[in-house]
C-alpha cells in the first residue's frame, strides 16, 4: 500500500531529488509499505536509507523522533485521533507529517 | 544585605492607598508565605481577604495586587516575572496575568515582595520605588502617551539609563478603560489578561517605576542552586524550538494540526503559513536580542522588517500569539504589517487575543453585510486591510465614536448588543475570559478550549501547554479529541502552571518543573516535592473558586460561545465537534476536581484538603 511522508523541516534541498520539494520547508515522498507497518517502523527504514533523515529526525538506537519534533497522521488531511505511532498500522493513503513542536507564548 | 529569616524575601509588601495618598509597609509573616508562596498565590490570598462581594472591578475598594515570588531576582536565569491580580472587567471575577522583562526582580532589589494599591487617585499618579521608599508623583502630563513614550518620558525626567530602572505603564487603552487594557513594560512585555489595565486606569495610575539594586535577600543554598540553574538552561535551550526560532517557531505545526487561528473561525486554510512562521521571520528579517534580567535563552528580540510594505519597519518580534492575532485571524499575510500591528497594540496598551477576536468578528460583520461603512464609521474593515486594524485599534484604545467605543467593551458585549446572526460568530469563553490566539478547536487544543472556559484565575490553569505531561510524571493522553481523556487530563494537570506563576520564573527560560522545584528548594530551604507544587496550585484555583462563586460565578456559563465551541468545516480537525458532550466533560471534571458535580462548587473535604478549611462557610 502507499503512504505519504511529508517533512515540515526546512531539508527540501538536501532530500531532493528523492524527495519532492514543495517548498522551501516542506518535502514529501510516496512510500510503498505493507500493510501493518506502523508509523516508527516506516521511519526507522527511512534513517537507515537516508543519513540526514537519521541525524536530523529518527533516532536509529532508541526508535524513536528526536527531541522537539511532533508527528500526526491524517486521512484525506484529517487528523486521525486517537494513533498511536509506535502501535497501530498505518491506514492506505495515509499521510505522516513531521514538523517541530509548538510550546506556546 | 538581607534582613528577613525567610530566604528568597525580602519580607515586606507596600501598600499604597491611591484616595488618601498614604502608603504603608507591611511585614510579611512565614506562614502566609509557606502557604501561599508568591506570585498569584500570595494575590489571591489578598484579593479573597479583601475584595468582599458588591465590590465591581472598577470600584476604587478593588485591589490591584502586583507580587512577584521567591526565584525572582535570584540568579536563576530570567526569573524576573511579576504577577498582577485584581477583579477584572471582562470576566468580573478574579483576574490574574503575569510578565516578564525586569520589573520582578527590581520590585525586590527596591525592598518589597509586592504591592498593594488599593483606593482611586483624585487625579493621575505614578509611583516610584527605590531602595524601600515608595513615592507618588504627578502623571498628568502623561495623559495620552502610549507605553513607549511614557518609559522615555520617565527615564529621561529621572535621569537613569535604560536598564536603571523597570517601568510598567498603561496606555491609552488603560486611560479610557477599554476592557481587555494591559499593562506594558520594559519595552514590550504585558500583563495582557483580564483587563488589568482598565483596573490600574480606573485608580488614575498611570505607571509604577521600580530601581535595580543590589539582591537584598537571602539565598539558602547558593552552590546547589548554580547547579540546578544550570541544568535548567541546558534543558531549556534543547526544548522545544524558541531558544532557535521563537515561540513562533511552531506555527506551522499549529497549522498543520487545525489549529491556527483563519478569519474568525471561518476557515482552517491558510497556505501563506510558511512565510509567517517564526523560522522564515528569523532567517529574512534582522533580529537583536533583548534579553530579560539575566536570560540566557534570550528570546525576545527587537526585529527590522527587511521586505513588504513595512520595509524599514523596526519593532519587537511578535509571540507566536501575536503572529497568528495579527496574521490569519485578520486575514493578513504580509509578515512586516504583523510586526507594525504588534508594536501597535502593545503601545497602545491592549490585549492582541481580545483584539483580534473582536476585530476579526468586526471584519466578518463586516463581509456579510452587518456592518457598513458607515457603521464603521469610515473603515473598511475587509480582511487583511492592517491600515483599517491600525486606525481601528487607536479608536478602541481612545473608545473614539461609536464603533471603537462598541468593541472596547469585548467580543462579548459587542456581539450581544448587536445581536441577530452576528451574536453568533463571536469567539469568546462564556465567562468573558478571552481564548489566546489559537483555534481550540484543533488536535491537541481541546485541553486549552476546555481550560478557558473553567478557569478560575482567568487565564490558563490547567491546560497541558509548554510543560509537557511526562516532565511532571504523568501519562500523554493518546486521543486529544476525547472528552474523557481530555476532560480527566485537565483536572489531573490543574495546579503546576500555577506553582510556575507563584514563584517568580519565566516559562521558555525555564521550562522543567521539577529542576524549577529543586531551584525553588535551593533558594527557600523548603524542601517541597511535587505534589506539594501541585498542591499549592489547587489551593490557589479553590481559593479563587470561592472568591469568583462569591462574587456572581454562574456554571452555565463555564461553556464557549457557539462560534468558540463550533465544529470545524475544513482543514484537520474538520467534523471534530467537543459541544457533543461538553455537559459530561464538564460533570467529570467538577467531580475529579473534588466539587459537586451538580453546582461546580468546591466539597468541604475539598477546601479541608488543601487547608482553605476557613472558608468553607463562604460557599454557604
Known sequence: MRVQVELWLWLSDQLEPDFQKLSPMRSAKEVEVEEGVTALELFDRLAAKYPLLAEKLFDRNNKKFRPNLSAIVTKDDIVLSPFNLEKDPLPPGCKITVMPVYVGG | MANFHVPGYVGKILRIDLTQKRIGVEDLDEAILRKWVGGVGLAAKYLYDEVPSGVEWDDPRNRLIWTTGPLAGSGVYGAATFNVSAKGPMTNLAGSSQANGY???????????????????????????????????????????????????????????????????????????????????????????????????????????????????????????????????????????????????????????????????????????????????????????????????????????????????????????????????????????????????????????????????????YEKGVFTKKDTEGLELTWGNVEAVKELLNRIARRQGNFGNLLADGVMRASQKVGGPAADWAIYAAKGSAPRSHDHRGATRWYELFDTCLTNTSTLEATWGGIHPKLVDLEEPTDHFSPEQVSTFNAKYNGIRLFDDCVGTCRFAAPHPKLVLECFNAVTGWQWSLPDAFNLGRRIVNLLRVFNFRHGLRVEDERPSKRYGSIPVDGPAQGKNIMEKWGWMVENYYRLMGWDPQTGKPLPETLERLGLAEIIKDLK
Open chain 2, 103 to 365: 520589573f520582578g526582580a527590581y520590585l525586590k532589589f527596591s525592598g518589597f515582595d509586592g504591592l498593594i494599591f488599593e483606593g482611586a487617585a483624585s487625579d493621575w499618579v505614578y509611583l516610584v520605588i527605590k531602595d524601600g521608599q515608595a513615592e507618588l508623583r504627578d502623571a498628568r502630563h502623561l495623559v495620552g502617551k502610549d507605553v513607549w513614550e511614557v518609559e522615555d518620558q520617565l527615564r529621561k525626567e529621572l535621569g537613569v539609563r535604560e536598564k536603571e530602572v523597570s517601568v510598567y505603564a498603561i496606555g491609552p487603552a488603560g486611560e479610557n478603560k477599554v476592557f481587555y487594557a494591559t499593562i506594558v513594560g520594559d519595552r514590550g512585555h504585558v500583563v495582557a489578561h483580564n483587563g488589568m489595565g482598565a483596573v490600574m486606569g480606573a485608580k488614575k495610575l498611570k505607571a509604577v517605576v521600580a530601581y535595580r539594586g543590589p539582591r537584598n535577600f537571602a539565598i539558602h543554598d547558593p552552590e546547589g542552586l548554580k547547579v540546578k540553574n544550570n541544568e535548567l538552561l541546558e534543558f531549556a535551550k534543547n526544548f522545544g524550538v524558541i531558544y532557535k526560532w521563537g515561540s513562533g517557531g511552531g506555527f506551522s505545526t499549529l497549522y498543520a494540526q487545525g489549529a491556527l487561528p483563519v478569519k474568525n473561525y471561518t476557515t482552517n486554510i491558510y497556505p501563506e503559513h510558511e512565510k509567517m512562521n517564526g523560522q522564515y521571520l528569523r532567517t529574512h528579517f534582522k533580529i537583536r536580542p533583548v534579553p530579560c534580567y539575566q536570560c540566557r535563552i534570550a528570546h525576545v528580540k527587537e526585529v527590522t522588517v527587511t521586505e513588504g510594505p513595512y520595509t524599514g519597519f523596526v519593532g519587537e518580534e511578535p509571540e507566536y500569539e501575536l503572529m497568528a492575532a495579527w496574521g490569519p485571524q485578520i486575514g493578513n499575510t504580509d509578515l512586516g504589517a504583523v510586526v507594525m500591528l504588534t508594536r501597535e497594540v502593545d503601545k497602545l496598551g491592549m490585549d492582541c487575543n481580545e483584539g483580534s477576536w473582536v476585530i476579526g468578528w468586526a471584519m466578518e460583520c
